[in-house]
């Protein structure tokens, strides 16, 4: 049972309050907001806008953001375990050493994102788009990747359990460089 509903609002520059556990909101709008410091376990957001706010080290943990545009923001070192995106739009965001665990994103998009050096582990892709995404010596567990088009994204470098490159898209220079994860030797 969620704590408290806010709705509607549009947070510019500065949030009031820090404490947001099991807050759910609900048509706000975020502009230049720094979670850094917010309790954000068990919140959630259902058709909100950020656009460039700060989660960067974070903590979201059983968060959900449900129908939502996420924009120019920072997750660099931010940590999201067991949470959620259903219809989300997640463009031009930084998400060097963050970790997902037991994420799951469902029909969303995510576009020019950076993913550099992170850790993705044992999370559920249904429906989701990856457009010029860099996983630049990014670790991928146990994490399913079987009919995604990963074709225009950056792998360079990617470290992964097996089980990820099955059935994957790839492109043909994506493919010689996955097969040597394989041990595969190309002469």
């Known amino acids: 049972m969620l704590e408290e509903k806010i709705s509607h609002l549009t947070f510019c520059d500065s949030m009031d309050y820090d404490d947001f556990y099991a807050t759910e909101f609900e048509n706000c709008v975020f502009v230049n907001i720094s979670f ?7 919140t959630s957001w259902n058709q909100c806008k950020f656009i460039n706010c700060d989660f ?3 903590r979201l ?3 959900c953001f449900y129908t939502c545009e996420i924009e120019s923001c920072k997750c660099q070192g931010t940590d999201f375990w067991d949470a959620f ?3 989300c739009k997640i463009i031009d965001c930084n998400f060097t050493y963050a970790t997902l665990v037991n994420t799951e994103m469902r029909n969303t998009c995510l576009k020019h994102c950076n993913f550099t050096e992170s850790r993705i582990q044992t999370c559920i892709w249904k429906q989701v788009t990856f457009d010029e995404v860099s996983y630049q010596n990014a670790e991928w567990i146990s994490t399913s990747y079987a009919d995604i088009d990963m074709r225009t994204c950056n792998l360079n470098g990617l470290h992964v ?4 490159l099955l059935g994957m898209i790839v492109n043909p220079e994506q493919a ?3 097969s040597k994860l394989l041990g595969i030797q190309i002469q």
């Open 161 to 164: 359990t097996t089980d990820c």
């Open 36 to 42: 850094q410091s917010c309790h954000l376990e068990k």
């Open 85 to 87: 995106f259903k219809e």
């Open 56 to 58: 960067s080290n974070c």
């Open 61 to 63: 943990l059983n968060v």
């Open 176 to 178: 010689c460089e996955l």
